[in-house]
């Protein structure tokens, strides 16, 4: 039988870099890996047996509609840019951290399982489908993922992509920050800490892509993807100050919450290559002290750190020690 063949296909070699950076960021993403099943969550129950309703209402929706995030970048957004992207490291990159979004959205599940009835966990993914701005902004962010077909489609998905990783997740993470720079549900808080370390990684190698896709455009073209850019934020924006406001209403944290969003949004705009937009004065202290808590590391390039260890060990006790 003789076969024609179409066309040439290669083998991704590992053994030369093809650009001055994507081997490092797949270095760092193996050195951040980690599991969920390996942080004891358990040691949060006492402390969410003594929160109120509203805390737990809020902590249960804040960890919910992330969960619809990192579903929605696991199985749309990840995949919608790798296959537009020709480089075979890039994509093994991409790749990995696509499967670190499935692991985030596992993640909170995990949480949901220790801390809540299945009936509670019921009712809280139907409250995710009911959400009139959280559906809206799954929307909003899929328009783009499911338009993916040529550079410029794909650059504007790696825009909203890094909006997602960058500032779109950070009304999530406030609250889980906040209770743990009160030293309040850290098992937890250490979760939500390594997703974040994760996604500003993803935000920083994807905002790198989308650079230089970005600066392969003439004047004109680059003039009018940059006033779609801003039309996509500020959308982003105002859908996410809404959510923000109905979420967060029975607590005094609205307005920390927002300003924490548009920090947040001036670091994505940093990531894309673009100057800041937002001018912020203060933002809360309790929840920076959430992200430097214990040995939490926020750092793109540092190793493992925020306390985790690869592994389940037992307490150490008295007899350990005789010989």
Same mark, same amino acid.
């Given at each position: 039988m003789t076969?024609?063949?179409? $066309?040439?296909?290669?083998?991704?070699?590992?053994?030369? @870099?093809?650009?001055?950076?994507?081997?490092?960021?797949?270095?760092?993403?193996?050195?951040?890996?980690?599991?969920?099943e390996e942080i004891s969550v358990s040691k949060d129950i006492k402390v969410w047996n003594e929160l109120s309703s509203k805390e737990k209402e809020l902590y249960k929706k804040v960890l919910a509609g992330l969960t619809l995030l990192d579903t929605k970048q696991g199985n749309n957004g990840i995949p919608s840019m790798m296959n537009l992207t020709d480089n075979l490291?890039? $994509?093994?990159?991409?790749?990995?951290?696509?499967?670190? @979004?499935?692991?985030?959205?596992?993640?909170?599940?995990?949480?949901?399982m220790t801390l809540l009835s299945n009936n509670e966990i019921d009712e809280l993914f139907k409250w995710i489908e009911t959400e009139p701005t959280l559906q809206r902004k799954a929307e909003l962010i899929l328009k783009h993922y499911e338009n993916t077909e040529d550079e410029e489609n794909l650059y504007l998905s790696m825009v909203v992509s890094v909006f997602l990783e960058s500032f779109l997740f950070y009304s999530g993470f406030f609250y889980p920050l906040y209770l743990a720079g009160q030293g309040k549900m850290i098992a937890s808080g250490e979760i939500i800490s390594l997703i974040l370390r994760d996604e500003s990684l993803h935000g920083k190698y994807i905002g790198l892509l989308s650079q230089e896709i970005y600066n392969s455009f003439d004047r004109e073209d680059k003039l009018r993807l940059k006033n779609k850019m801003y039309e996509i934020l500020c959308s982003l924006m105002e859908n996410e100050i809404e959510y923000t406001k109905c979420i967060y209403k029975e607590s005094i944290l609205e307005e920390d919450v927002i300003n924490f969003l548009q920090y947040n949004a001036n670091r994505a705009l940093e990531n894309l290559g673009f100057e800041e937009l937002y001018h912020i004065e203060n933002i809360n202290p309790i929840v920076l002290n959430g992200l430097s808590t214990e040995t939490k590391n926020h750092d793109f390039f540092s190793t493992k750190g925020n306390g985790y260890q690869k592994g389940i060990y037992e307490e150490l006790e008295d007899e350990d020690f005789i010989v």
């Amino acid at each position: 039988m003789t076969f024609v063949l179409n $066309k040439i296909h290669k083998a991704v070699n590992w053994n030369k @870099e093809d650009d001055n950076f994507t081997q490092a960021f797949w270095e760092q993403n193996v050195k951040q890996f980690w599991l969920p099943e390996e942080i004891s969550v358990s040691k949060d129950i006492k402390v969410w047996n003594e929160l109120s309703s509203k805390e737990k209402e809020l902590y249960k929706k804040v960890l919910a509609g992330l969960t619809l995030l990192d579903t929605k970048q696991g199985n749309n957004g990840i995949p919608s840019m790798m296959n537009l992207t020709d480089n075979l490291q890039r $994509k093994a990159v991409l790749s990995f951290m696509g499967t670190m @979004e499935e692991i985030h959205a596992k993640s909170y599940s995990s949480i949901f399982m220790t801390l809540l009835s299945n009936n509670e966990i019921d009712e809280l993914f139907k409250w995710i489908e009911t959400e009139p701005t959280l559906q809206r902004k799954a929307e909003l962010i899929l328009k783009h993922y499911e338009n993916t077909e040529d550079e410029e489609n794909l650059y504007l998905s790696m825009v909203v992509s890094v909006f997602l990783e960058s500032f779109l997740f950070y009304s999530g993470f406030f609250y889980p920050l906040y209770l743990a720079g009160q030293g309040k549900m850290i098992a937890s808080g250490e979760i939500i800490s390594l997703i974040l370390r994760d996604e500003s990684l993803h935000g920083k190698y994807i905002g790198l892509l989308s650079q230089e896709i970005y600066n392969s455009f003439d004047r004109e073209d680059k003039l009018r993807l940059k006033n779609k850019m801003y039309e996509i934020l500020c959308s982003l924006m105002e859908n996410e100050i809404e959510y923000t406001k109905c979420i967060y209403k029975e607590s005094i944290l609205e307005e920390d919450v927002i300003n924490f969003l548009q920090y947040n949004a001036n670091r994505a705009l940093e990531n894309l290559g673009f100057e800041e937009l937002y001018h912020i004065e203060n933002i809360n202290p309790i929840v920076l002290n959430g992200l430097s808590t214990e040995t939490k590391n926020h750092d793109f390039f540092s190793t493992k750190g925020n306390g985790y260890q690869k592994g389940i060990y037992e307490e150490l006790e008295d007899e350990d020690f005789i010989v």
